[in-house]
């Protein structure tokens, strides 16, 4: 069956640094999603990528969709302490929709 | 807009007990619905869907039942708590027939059971 994997499981961040999260899937996706999970709080959807090689921006954040369709990757500059949370993919594919186990970040002033 | 509620915020159960946890949605008709729990530090393990009033698939075999007594309405039980239920339980929607929307996350229920 689908599986979907997120590699780091923790990342701890220097304020001011760049970083990456992976997300890699077992099978080619339909799309994909990422999410974020501050603590204490629930998953808060951030953006999908649908389209191969698919890039997109929020402000500090680049998402970036596979050519292949079967992994994503989350970028983020200059981190912020407003970053420090759970970081979670999502990938769709025949009908089912399955979510990576999450990238916790810790960010260190 | 719609919104998503849940309820209780905090629960603390003896183990044995009942559970009841109920979650409504506004704003919407016929949303996809879902069941989460996630365990302290970990991901998200879905628990039970729901395409409609009274269509309740699992997703793994547990202690837990949900059920969808009207269309956004869906809630989670047991008839007796185990230890290994606790967890941070969130309730999600989302509309389409595709299987792979966007879902919503309501702001959970964090359950203990002694």
């Known amino acids: 069956g689908q599986q979907v994997m997120q590699i780091p499981q923790y990342q701890h961040v220097q304020e001011g640094e760049d970083f990456t999260t992976y997300c890699n899937s077992s099978?080619?996706?339909?799309?994909i999603q990422w999410y974020k999970q501050r603590p204490g709080g629930h998953p808060v959807f951030l953006i999908q990528?649908?389209?191969?090689?698919e890039v997109k921006k929020q402000k500090r954040l680049t998402f970036q969709f596979g050519e292949a369709k079967k992994n994503s990757s989350l970028h983020i500059t200059a981190t912020q302490t407003t970053d420090v949370g759970t970081y979670f993919c999502?990938?769709?594919?025949?009908?089912?929709?399955?979510f990576g186990a999450g990238t916790q970040v810790v960010v260190t002033p | 807009s719609q919104t998503i509620h849940q309820w209780p915020a905090t629960l603390v159960q003896p183990v044995g007990s009942p559970l009841s946890l109920e979650c409504t949605v506004e704003?919407?008709?016929?949303?996809?619905l879902y069941w989460y729990r996630q365990a302290a530090g970990r991901g998200l393990q879905l628990l039970f869907y729901?395409?409609?009033?009274?269509?309740i698939s699992s997703e793994v075999p547990q202690n837990l039942s949900a059920s969808r007594p009207q269309d956004r309405q869906f809630i989670l039980s047991s008839k007796k708590l185990l230890l290994s239920d606790s967890g941070f339980y969130l309730c999600?929607?989302?509309?389409?027939?595709?299987?792979?929307?966007?879902?919503?996350f309501g702001p959970g229920t964090r359950l203990l059971v002694l």
């Open positions: 999600a929607w989302s509309e389409g027939t595709s299987g792979e929307e966007t879902q919503y």
């Open positions: 099978t080619t996706l339909s799309n």
């Open positions: 990528l649908v389209k191969s090689g």
């Open positions: 999502a990938g769709g594919s025949w009908g089912k929709f399955q």
């Open positions: 704003g919407t008709s016929n949303p996809n």
């Open positions: 729901s395409v409609g009033i009274g269509q």
